[in-house]
């Protein structure tokens, strides 16, 4: 209803024509986190909280930064790549709700590909060496990357086309705070309690955790499908959260691009 | 005309707004609602205490699975909460494993008795929660450290259950 084939297409070549953005994608999407999983299939060992990040939501994220920069047409009035679509905007009117539903629905698949296809690599090197997943489970997976992609792209895409600058510096802010938090690894430490600095350090780490896990599940919710699915009792609050924070950044981006004035400036 | 056509292609749709404003409000309808009544998550995995386990003889065919846990520690919780009462991770334990659930006293009680000093020595737990999937002989075939995700625990057990059985062959 509200895509537009003209740009899907456009943005779909902008993204397969780029050799700096496929590169990035191959090397943090692929080669690191496969590689890290067959090191740790060889050497016997669990997988590391790094490649559970490079595997989950902090992976996409990475993948959906490099999408959303070059093609989400934050510079729209500038030629090159991320103005493709420009002769489209010239030639017949396009509706602003109709031009970010449309960048919106093809990085998500872009992105939700990319990173749906690395999982499957990985549980394909895993198979290999007697590491099985249920069908269920492989499902999960692919569905839940798709979701993360789907949440980033919106959030991403609002904070570009909003060319507020308090509004994107917050933005920045509340998703580094997020990531933040991941990458600490989610164990206490063994042994007696700690006193004077070392358990100041301990305490403000807890804080910082615990503002990373609420900032989470406010800006970035998402769906465990996986555990969703092999619940006793299913909640639904997951489900509304992810739903609600996607229609407001969704209606944010049309809001803030119906407020914009574009200047076509040409020779 | 003209601006009859500009309107249309810069208003947001309404349908939109109407259905962010119902998500938002039933969120946090339903946070309220949770927080007063928590969902019933249903069992988790029945862990035997490790104290009665090493008085008792150990199952000869059976793989065991220790995880050494502390009350104090939230991502053990986190992890009893979201993993072990995942109906896959659970039925995967109980059928495969003899469970055993190994509770750390050094906060509370300032030492921890020699059995699980030299439990805690042997399989080198350094932090909570620890996975140790051990064969009958007692030799650890891999362990899993901190709370991970239901996906990585069941892969984790796949591969130790697969590991165990080209070990006895």
């Known amino acids: 209803m509200w895509v537009n084939k003209a740009i899907f297409k456009f943005t779909v070549m902008s993204a397969c024509l780029d050799p700096m953005k496929l590169m990035y994608v191959a090397l943090l999407g692929f080669v690191v986190p496969i590689g890290m999983k067959l090191a740790a299939l060889y050497h016997g060992s669990a997988d590391s909280q790094t490649f559970e990040m490079l595997t989950g939501k902090v992976g996409v994220s990475f993948i959906m930064m490099v999408l959303c920069l070059g093609l989400a047409g934050n510079s729209t009035t500038q030629s090159g790549r991320g103005g493709e679509y420009l002769p489209l905007l010239f030639s017949r009117p396009v509706s602003r709700t109709e031009y970010v539903f449309t960048k919106w629905v093809t990085i998500t698949a872009i992105g939700g590909t990319l990173a749906a296809l690395q999982n499957i690599l990985v549980a394909l090197c895993g198979f290999a060496f007697g590491e099985t997943t249920s069908a269920l489970g492989l499902l999960s997976m692919i569905i839940e990357r798709y979701l993360d992609s789907g949440i980033l792209a919106a959030g991403m895409i609002w904070t570009m086309l909003n060319k507020h600058p308090v509004f994107q510096v917050t933005s920045i802010i509340a998703f580094y705070v997020w990531m933040l938090g991941q990458t600490v690894p989610p164990v206490s430490v063994a042994g007696p309690q700690a006193s004077g600095v070392d358990q100041l350090a301990l305490e403000a780490t807890k804080i910082l955790l615990d503002c990373s896990g609420y900032l989470g599940d406010l800006v970035l919710p998402g769906i465990n499908i996986y555990d969703l699915l092999n619940a006793h009792t299913p909640s639904l609050l997951p489900i509304i959260a992810y739903f609600s924070t996607l229609g407001i950044y969704l209606t944010g981006a049309i809001i803030s691009t119906n407020k914009r004035e574009f200047f076509y400036g040409t020779n | ?169």
């Not at chain 2, 349908?15 to 007063?36: A, N, V």
């Open chain 2, 1 to 169: 005309m003209e601006l009859t056509e500009d309107f249309r292609l810069t208003s947001t749709p309404r349908s939109l707004l109407i259905g962010c404003i119902i998500l938002l409000t039933l969120r946090i309808g339903l946070s309220i609602f949770e927080w007063q009544h928590p969902i019933n998550r249903g069992r988790t995995v029945a862990w035997q205490d490790a104290a009665v386990s090493q008085e008792q003889p150990a199952d000869g065919k059976k793989l065991r699975l220790y995880e050494f846990y502390a009350d104090w520690c939230s991502p053990c919780q986190r992890l009893e909460r979201d993993v072990m009462s995942n109906d896959e991770i659970r039925d995967t334990i109980e059928s495969n494993f003899q469970a055993i659930r190994v509770v750390d006293k050094q906060r509370e009680e300032g030492k921890n008795p020699k059995w699980m000093q030299e439990l805690q020595k042997k399989y080198r737990v350094f932090a909570f929660p620890t996975l140790v999937a051990v064969a009958p002989d007692g030799e650890a075939i891999g362990s899993l450290v901190g709370n991970s995700s239901s996906l990585s625990v069941y892969r984790f057990l796949s591969r130790t259950i697969n590991d165990a059985a080209k070990k006895a062959k």
